[in-house]
């Protein structure tokens, strides 16, 4: 059965930096994309970025470049989305979804698979 589950979720202070994880099983997630997003409290889900099949592109919403990045790991099946630089409107919950392998040319509704989610909350 294909399932995505994100970790690494915290309570960070503004300014600090967390590292989520999205763990694949059931399906190869090197032969999907893999997008992050967040839906933040009482506000629409917004996507964050997207890290190709092949790690190679990484296509960002313009709202979320320069403190947001992904990476991926074929070896265990994961991936990652590294925030940096975090203030409390980063609060919220992160999502990872796994779409066929489409250098990141997908809409929301065209990923097949969905975790269900983390909650980063950053407060001082």
């Known amino acids: 059965q294909p399932h995505l589950e994100e970790s690494g979720g915290d309570l960070v202070q503004p300014g600090k930096s967390l590292l989520l994880s999205c763990a694949a099983s059931?399906?190869?997630?090197?032969?999907?994309?893999v997008g992050w997003f967040r839906q933040a409290p009482g506000k629409e889900r917004e996507w964050i970025l997207c890290?190709?099949?092949?790690?190679?592109?990484?296509k960002y919403a313009d709202s979320m470049k320069g403190r947001f990045t992904a990476s991926r790991d074929k070896a265990d099946n994961m991936a990652y989305l590294k925030a940096n630089s975090l203030q409390t409107e980063d609060t919220g919950v992160y999502y990872c979804?796994?779409?066929?392998?489409?250098?990141?040319?997908?809409?929301?509704?065209?990923?097949?698979?969905w975790g269900q989610g983390t909650q980063v909350t950053v407060s001082s």
């Open positions: 059931g399906f190869l997630l090197e032969r999907y994309d």
């Open positions: 890290i190709s099949y092949g790690g190679r592109d990484i």
């Open positions: 979804a796994a779409g066929r392998g489409s250098y990141c040319n997908l809409d929301a509704h065209e990923y097949e698979y």
